[in-house]
C-alpha cells in the first residue's frame, strides 16, 4: 500500500473539513428569540349607540398581525363587536366577540397598506360601552444560512466521496 497516497488523502480530507469549518463559522445566523413583535395600532373607544371606525395600518414586511380585541363591560356590555382586517382586494381576517369580553386573532400579511374596520353596538340604559383594540407585527424570520449549509453539505458529500472511491478501488482482488 502506497502511503504517501494515504497521507495526501488524509491531509485532502482535513483541509477540506477545516474549510467546511470555516464556512460554517462565517455563514450568517438568524435567531428567532430575537425577534420582538411592534404595535402597529392601539386604541381604546368609548361607542354611543352604533359606531362604526376604520383605520389603516402598514405592515413594513412579510409577517404575522396579532389583534387582540376587548370588550369593556363599563358603563354596560356591548351588545355586539366585530373585527374585520384587509387588504384592497381581500378580507384578511375577521372576528365577532359578541358575548366574548375578549377574543385574539392571528392572520399572515404581507407588505403593503392594510384596513382594520371595527363595528360596535353599545346597550343598556345609557346605551354606552366601551372597547379597546391592540394590534401587534411580528416579521417573519428569513433563514438566510440555510441556503449556505445545504451547499456546503453537498461539497462535502462530493468530497467525501473523491476520498472514498479510490480506497474502494484499491481493495485486494484475491478472494
Do not use: C
Not at 17 to 42: E, K, Q
Not at 63 to 81: E, I, N, R
Not at 133 to 138: A, E, N, R, S, Y
Amino acid at each position: 500500500m502506497n502511503t504517501t497516497k494515504t497521507t495526501r488523502q488524509s491531509l485532502k480530507l482535513g483541509l477540506l473539513t477545516s474549510a467546511v469549518l470555516g464556512g460554517l463559522s462565517l455563514a450568517p445566523h438568524a435567531w428567532a428569540d430575537t425577534v420582538t413583535p411592534t404595535v402597529v395600532l392601539s386604541q381604546s373607544t368609548m361607542v354611543l349607540g352604533s359606531e362604526s371606525t376604520t383605520d389603516s395600518f402598514a405592515a413594513p414586511s412579510a409577517g404575522t398581525m396579532t389583534v387582540t380585541l376587548d370588550s369593556f363591560g363599563w358603563a354596560a356590555p356591548l351588545s355586539a363587536l366585530s373585527f374585520s382586517a384587509s387588504s384592497a382586494n381581500h378580507v384578511l381576517a375577521s372576528m365577532n366577540t359578541t358575548g366574548v369580553m375578549s377574543e385574539t386573532a392571528t392572520f399572515n400579511v404581507a407588505a403593503g397598506s392594510y384596513f382594520a374596520n371595527i363595528m360596535a353596538t353599545a346597550s343598556g340604559a345609557m346605551d354606552v360601552g366601551m372597547y379597546s383594540l391592540k394590534m401587534t407585527f411580528t416579521p417573519s424570520v428569513p433563514l438566510p444560512a440555510s441556503g449556505w449549509m445545504l451547499l456546503t453539505g453537498m461539497f462535502v458529500l462530493a468530497g467525501l466521496l473523491r476520498v472514498v472511491r479510490p480506497f474502494e478501488l484499491t481493495g485486494t482482488a484475491g478472494a
